[in-house]
């Protein structure tokens, strides 16, 4: 069965330090895997994405690492802002299939 | 990057009545979705809704309860019928051109309340 999980399901840090989201899944056969940021009362905006044969990507204070062969993926946020606090959202795309599998997201406040 | 607006951002309903919201893409998009968030949770895939056609739908939803249009590439609606407290939730339209790789845009969804 297809499934996307996020830990942990909530995170509390204080402004500055720096913090590190898992998601694991078992989609496959595996096509790419997104990492969104979604505001409360916001869509969800994308931070990064990465195939199979990506390994790290950055986007600013965001960095997505991907392992495909043990199937995990993180997502590293640097020197935490205020603006930060959101929950995030791990996403797999199925090959050839336009499926997209949502993880339940980490819920991420950020505290000065 | 393509831009979506949604129509309304948020309304009140009373029980047994029937709301259509309205997703506008500012290019053309190959693909439209719709999806629920309930309060807390991440996003439930509703249905694809393809041009010219009938939506395709997801496990556990149906098109009497949830009608869809989309008669063209920039537009599409949601209608959520004969809602129930149940329905509330948020409700975002997205867009996603091409291959799988390509970037899925969403909506700022419209939050229901149904009373």
């Known amino acids: 069965k297809n499934q996307v999980e996020q830990s942990p399901q909530s995170l509390i840090i204080l402004e500055g330090k720096n913090c590190t989201l898992q998601?694991?899944?078992?989609?496959?056969?595996?096509?790419?895997l997104r990492w969104y940021k979604q505001d409360t009362g916001r869509g969800p905006v994308s931070l990064t994405i990465m195939t199979f044969s990506e390994n790290t990507k950055s986007n600013g204070r965001y960095t997505a690492t991907l392992d495909a062969d043990t199937k995990q993926s993180s997502l590293h946020i640097t020197a935490s802002q205020l603006s930060d606090s959101a929950s995030y959202i791990c996403?797999?795309?199925?090959?050839?299939?336009?499926?997209?599998?949502f993880g339940s997201g980490t819920k991420l406040n950020v505290k000065p | 990057s393509a831009v979506i607006s949604q129509k309304p951002s948020r309304d009140i309903c009373q029980r047994g009545t029937s709301l259509t919201i309205q997703c506008q893409v500012d290019s053309q998009v190959t693909m439209m979705f719709w999806y629920r968030q309930q309060p807390g949770q991440s996003l439930t895939l509703i249905a694809t809704?393809?041009?010219?056609?009938?939506?395709?739908?997801e496990s556990g939803f149906v098109i009497d309860k949830f009608p869809i249009s989309r008669p063209n590439l920039t537009f599409s609606t949601l209608t959520v019928s004969n809602m129930s407290p149940e329905d509330s939730s948020i409700y975002l339209c997205s867009g996603k051109d091409g291959q799988s790789y390509n970037e899925q845009f969403f909506g700022p969804g419209t939050r229901l309340t149904v009373l």
């Open positions: 998601c694991n899944y078992t989609v496959s056969p595996f096509s790419n």
């Open positions: 809704a393809n041009q010219g056609s009938e939506a395709t739908y």
């Open positions: 996403v797999v795309s199925a090959l050839n299939f336009n499926k997209f599998y």
